[in-house]
């Protein structure tokens, strides 16, 4: 059975104070942050539209249109209006 990422915050927050439960905490969160998908940065090629690219907006890494997902960071990347042929 699965549980949500605010299920498993709740829980590790009810647990002893200790350096592992911070670290728990600190992960959960991160991994909650990372799943929620963000739209990338969209950067206009100097000698034409050949070559306009994508960046993260997370960590600032090139990312590609064929992947959901920053190949740097893990970060989920966002497609919805950016794969719009019409700019």
Known sequence: MMISFNDAIAWAESQPDSDTKLYALNRL???RDKAVPKKPKF???QYGKKYDYYT???C???VQ???NYCQNCGREIGWDSCR???K
């Open 60 to 62: 600032g890494a090139g």
């Open 65 to 67: 249109i064929t992947y």
């Open 43 to 45: 950067h206009k090629g």
């Open 84 to 86: 719009c042929l019409t």
């Open 56 to 58: 993260c907006a997370n």
């Open 29 to 31: 969160k991160y991994e």
